[in-house]
């Protein structure tokens, strides 16, 4: 098992950038995939980015079609940190955001299943005003 701890978020203008973070102990060597999500009140949860991570082969980004050019997914492996750039933020951006692992390698469709994850963070209040 894998136990993520968030940080970052809070409160931002639209058009503003804040940057979450998260931290990743336990066995989050070999392959894997890293992924934010978001809900917002009243909303299902939804796919914001996902990084991929395999021994010996460059990891695969994917991005929400609505964050695509906006937010920024990146990795610091030597940390076990993944990062969340968010710029350009709008008030429907505004949404506890989750970081999530799964010790998988995934394509495109499968990264984007809130499913496949079995790890989650504590979830980060983001907060657009207009």
């Known amino acids: 098992q894998v136990q993520l701890v968030e940080s970052g978020g809070g409160l931002a203008q639209a058009g503003g950038s804040l940057r979450l973070s998260c931290a990743a102990s336990g066995r989050t060597d070999g392959t894997g995939v890293m992924g934010w999500f978001r809900q917002a009140p009243g909303k299902e949860r939804e796919f914001v980015a996902a990084?991929?991570?395999?021994?010996?082969?460059?990891?695969?980004?994917y991005y929400g079609d609505s964050v695509k050019a906006r937010f920024t997914i990146s990795a610091d492996n030597a940390k076990n940190t993944v990062y969340l750039q968010m710029n350009s933020l709008k008030p429907e951006d505004t949404a506890v955001y989750y970081c999530a692992h799964a010790p998988n390698f995934c394509s495109d469709n499968a990264c984007r299943q809130d499913g496949l994850y079995n790890s989650w963070g504590q979830g980060s209040q983001v907060t657009v005003s207009s």
């Open positions: 990084i991929t991570r395999s021994v010996g082969l460059p990891g695969f980004i």
